[in-house]
């Protein structure tokens, strides 16, 4: 046990050089961490595509649920925070997930967070090929060319395009990283505030198409009319607030590893619920939540709210709004592919998979082998995807609400668990190890079990079904048992792992009981 405590010891205090991994310590700070936690979320690319439906479920009480959304995003960092602070290491769930549960559960908490940004990748990469061609049609004058990102090969062809730029950026050192951060996720963020801003004036000067008076009732959860649309809305709602947690991935390469990346990470869903909040608000009061030509339920922009949007609220500015969605896709297009690549190094690392998977970029000290291997499958997974049926990825990407709720659900008990020992050790620990974590981890379970339930219908997704039981739960269901299957291989070939011999389920020296 000694040597598996000496193993993780450096790592928990490195401030500079190169961690154990191969990884440039003390590469980000909290701004940059949070930079690329913002961009990991993508607000702008989530939005536009989530507030139509969920003013659709809940009407004007999109602030109530955006807020309620919040809290078990807020309550389960404030558990991976209180783990990073003891153990900051590049697996994060994964790692916490052996130290709190053993090597099997840890498996496949870490095989979760991968499916998870992998299946996000691939919807990232298809996203910003269509916002691609809306921006040359709206700049052109030209409304064939949006046609375009819907001819399945030169869709998958350009999407191959904005994958290969994305690795490239990913494969480099974490100072590059930054740098094209900065600048995508300000102008996004700057454009968001801009558009939320005019539109609020407008209504208030009487210039909007179907003005809405702003109402304090609109954050009050209570005024949903029915459980099923607050249970809806409440899964959109997390959904949008689904990244920020790359952050951690990062704690390795932190400034002060200990605290940055929970610090960061904490600010991250606090700047990204503001945003959302002034954005709802804007645009509830400017197009109203009805279902006429530009009402927020409108099933003809549902999908890309912001596009239909941009022209009445800002006129012939409102390229921005698409560039903005744009390089809200390719930043974080670019930014989601750090977590899964720093959760494969560590389960190389530690012989989870093959040792291969721990290689470090001899120049740029990053998880190349790693961040290829994710751009790759996550390329392929929407080729052959995009190929089949438009219908079967719609469907993989509603999957992905099991995979957000199934690995953070994990994640936010594996901290629970883990601090048993300390949870009355003072009222500091009593809240944040034990009632926070274990509140949102509950919040997450029981979503993840309604969503599972309700996507036995064909109804819940595209409609498309196998044998009668729904695409999206046979999707989610198949993912999980792939990752069994593969846990499985993975403990014949390297059974010193799941013997707990690399990765033991022990606290570190500093919380041992004396």
Not at 279 to 297: C, D, H, K, R
Not at 434 to 446: D, E, R, T, W, Y
Request: proline residues 5%; neutral net charge.
């Amino acid at each position: 046990m000694a040597s598996t405590d000496r193993a993780m010891g450096p790592e928990s205090t490195v401030t500079t050089g190169i961690s154990q991994k191969g990884l440039r310590a003390g590469a980000v700070g909290v701004v940059g961490a949070v930079v690329i936690g913002v961009s990991t979320i993508a607000p702008a690319y989530t939005l536009t595509a989530s507030l139509g439906p969920t003013v659709a479920e809940v009407g004007t009480q999109v602030p109530a649920i955006i807020l309620v959304g919040f809290i078990p995003m807020l309550l389960t960092a404030f558990g991976y925070r209180e783990l990073n602070r003891v153990m900051p290491d590049s697996g994060t769930s994964f790692t916490w997930g052996v130290r709190a549960f053993g090597p099997w559960i840890g498996w496949m908490t870490g095989w979760g967070l991968i499916a998870a940004t992998v299946i996000v990748l691939s919807n990232l990469a298809g996203i910003a090929v269509e916002f691609l061609f809306l921006l040359i049609s709206q700049l052109t004058g030209n409304p064939g060319i949006a046609d375009l990102a819907f001819n399945p090969f030169i869709n998958v062809a350009v999407c191959l395009l904005f994958m290969l730029g994305a690795t490239l950026v990913s494969y480099r050192d974490m100072q590059t990283t930054q740098k094209f951060q900065y600048v995508l996720v300000g102008f996004q963020v700057a454009v968001l505030v801009v558009f939320a801003v005019v539109a609020i004036v407008k209504t208030v000067q009487g210039d909007a198409p179907d003005p809405t008076a702003f109402s304090w009732s609109w954050f009050n959860p209570l005024e949903v009319p029915t459980f099923s649309a607050f249970a809806a809305g409440l899964s959109l709602s997390i959904f949008i607030f689904w990244g920020w947690d790359v952050v951690l991935t990062m704690n390795e390469e932190t400034k002060n590893p200990e605290k940055t990346p929970g610090r960061a990470a904490l600010v991250t869903v606090i700047v990204v619920v503001t945003l959302y909040l002034l954005l709802s608000i804007g645009l509830m009061m400017f197009a109203g939540v009805g279902t006429g030509e530009l009402g927020l339920a409108n099933e003809g922009i549902s999908a890309n709210v912001f596009f239909a949007l941009s022209d009445p609220v800002l006129g012939p500015l409102a390229f921005l709004v698409s560039l903005a969605v744009l390089s809200s896709s390719a930043a974080s297009l670019q930014s989601t592919a750090v977590g899964p690549a720093r959760t494969l190094l560590a389960m190389g690392h530690y012989g989870a998979l093959p040792k291969k998977f721990a290689r470090v970029s001899p120049r740029f000290f990053t998880p190349g082998y790693a961040t290829i291997v994710s751009a790759v499958v996550a390329s392929v997974f929407y080729a052959v995807m995009r190929l089949v049926s438009e219908n079967v990825l719609t469907d993989t990407i509603l999957s992905l609400g099991m995979m957000i709720c199934f690995y953070y659900g994990l994640t936010a008990f594996a901290c629970v668990w883990y601090f048993r020992k300390q949870w009355f050790d003072s009222a500091r620990s009593f809240f944040f190890t034990l009632l926070f974590p274990l509140v949102g981890g509950l919040i997450l379970a029981v979503l993840f079990v309604t969503t599972l339930i309700d996507s036995i219908d064909p109804a819940y997704g595209s409609g498309s079904s196998i044998g009668g039981v729904g695409l999206v739960f046979v999707l989610g269901v198949s993912i999980i048992g792939v990752g069994i299957v593969i846990m499985i291989w993975n403990a014949i070939r390297r059974p010193a792992f799941f013997r707990g011999e690399k990765l033991a389920m022990d606290a570190p020296p500093s919380l041992r009981r004396r």
